[in-house]
């Protein structure tokens, strides 16, 4: 059952996998923040989308195959950290609709393309011989590589930005140009055009839901934000045949607490929380996972955020013990020593 705070979600019921026993290690909001995105709480190392990067590569040429809309929290959550820097997130920070740089410091709208071509190709000219001295450096060629493709996607990133060829009755089924759901809209319909032309990994954020108090109206508030833009892209990415070869993951770094807090709020809980997915070779229309009696600990089917990682690999077509990469002597991987597939959530 979903709640009737979310209808339009709801209707998707049996395309949804609810995961209602997830554990983190942290009930502070940067540190599981961080564990959410890297499975680490404390070291810098690379995030969930950088390691996906990095498995699977680009399936377009002009655009980066990990981006995140309107990321919160800090870069740290979206880094590359020792990866290739090939592989780090490409942060969009502006899609209203009058946006004329959406990546920061993509273009220089003073100078004609020819100068900017000169220019990167002075750059990388001295990139190169700083490589040819270092004979072989994974970081170096990673910059390189960042360049070019920053210089191609001042090309390709303002078309898939640029909403005016999307369908009224489209832009109306995100939400798009509606009071409340405008932003949030704009962000899940940017998400499938930019899965659509090949990136890899797309995270949208809508923060707002830590309701230490007056949680019956903010939480109302966040639901009619997210309820129609959420919808929206579970109804698109289906009717357009996207949904099975796309995996559709909702959730935060945690819960909150079954007793309440300030009088009307709730507190924090990794003990055990709901999050859900869909598509991507997921089963839908089930629950996975069990809490105790209060709705406050994981008891059946607990799902750690090492064991959510490794599952969501798995559906990549990654194995996580294999997805590994050299540093400091020693192999890293995204889940480090931990993690198992949940497989009775797979179809």
């Not at 049996?14 to 564990?35: E, F, K, T």
């Not at 209060?294 to 959510?308: A, K, P, S």
Request: glycine share 12%.
């Amino acid at each position: 059952m979903v709640s009737e705070l979310l209808p339009l979600t709801g209707k998707h019921a049996d395309d949804l996998c609810v995961l209602r026993a997830v554990q983190a290690d942290s009930p502070n909001h940067p540190l599981a923040i961080r564990q959410m995105h890297t499975g680490n709480l404390f070291d810098v190392v690379p995030s969930m989308g950088s390691w996906l990067s990095y498995g699977l590569g680009t399936e377009n040429q002009q655009l980066p195959s990990y981006i995140t809309l309107l990321p919160q929290e800090g870069d740290r959550n979206y880094s590359s950290a020792f990866l290739p820097a090939i592989h780090q997130g490409t942060a969009i920070q502006d899609i209203g609709s009058g946006a004329k740089s959406p990546i920061r410091h993509l273009s220089d709208l003073h100078s004609s393309p020819e100068i900017q071509r000169r220019r990167i190709d002075w750059i990388q000219a001295m990139n190169r011989r700083q490589l040819a001295r270092l004979q072989s450096d994974q970081q170096m060629e990673g910059v390189i590589e960042s360049f070019e493709l920053a210089f191609r996607m001042q090309t390709e990133t303002p078309k898939l930005v640029d909403l005016s060829g999307e369908s009224q009755e489209t832009l109306d089924l995100y939400g798009i140009g509606q009071p409340g759901t405008d932003e949030f809209g704009r962000q899940c319909l940017l998400a499938r055009r930019f899965s659509q032309a090949g990136v890899r990994f797309v995270q949208v954020s809508l923060g707002g839901w830590d309701h230490h108090s007056g949680i019956a109206n903010g939480l109302k508030d966040r639901c009619r934000v997210s309820d129609k833009p959420i919808a929206g892209l579970l109804t698109d990415l289906k009717r357009r045949g996207l949904l099975s070869e796309t995996l559709v993951l909702w959730g935060g770094e945690f819960g909150r607490t079954p007793h309440a807090q300030n009088g009307d709020g709730r507190e924090h809980n990794h003990h055990g929380f709901t999050m859900w997915m869909a598509g991507g070779g997921v089963r839908g229309g089930m629950t996975y996972g069990t809490t105790d009696d209060f709705g406050y600990y994981g008891v059946d089917g607990r799902v750690h955020i090492n064991d959510l990682h490794a599952t969501i690999l798995h559906l990549m077509g990654l194995d996580h013990e294999r997805l590994t990469y050299d540093h400091h002597g020693r192999p890293f991987r995204l889940t480090d020593v931990a993690g198992k597939i949940v497989a009775p959530i797979l179809a």
